[in-house]
């Protein structure tokens, strides 16, 4: 009943800034917290930034300082800004979504977006 769509990774040259969006859709359920992940070839997921339906943040200590989650709860829909990127930031990023329906909790994730930075 869920969907998460992540939109926006693509080619980009050291240095240069990313937006990346992740967009909900179906009815009955509420959003609480969101996070973005990634995966890069061969490695593990990992959590690079969180925020709380009350907008509270935390980055990984990697992208600290370069990266900015925000979220539009209107809208449903939660942002990665990505500022002076670097090429061990490429990966497939996954939009994650922790969600009530009915008072049951559960996660739901994207399909993943890909983020490739290289010169």
């Known amino acids: 009943q869920v969907q998460l769509v992540e939109s926006g990774g693509g080619l980009v040259q050291p240095g240069g800034s990313l937006r990346l969006s992740c967009a909900t859709s179906g009815r009955g359920f509420t959003i609480n917290a969101m996070g973005w992940y990634r995966q890069a070839p061969g490695k593990q997921r990992e959590l690079v930034a969180l925020?709380?339906?009350?907008?509270?943040?935390n980055y990984a200590d990697s992208v600290k300082g370069r990266f900015t989650i925000s979220r539009d709860n209107a809208k449903n829909t939660m942002y990665l800004q990505m500022n002076s990127l670097k090429p061990e930031d490429t990966a497939v990023y996954y939009c994650?979504?922790?969600?009530?329906?009915?008072?049951?909790?559960?996660?739901?994730w994207g399909q993943g977006t890909q983020v490739t930075v290289s010169s």
């Open positions: 925020i709380s339906s009350g907008g509270n943040t």
């Open positions: 994650n979504a922790n969600i009530d329906i009915n008072w049951r909790t559960s996660q739901a």
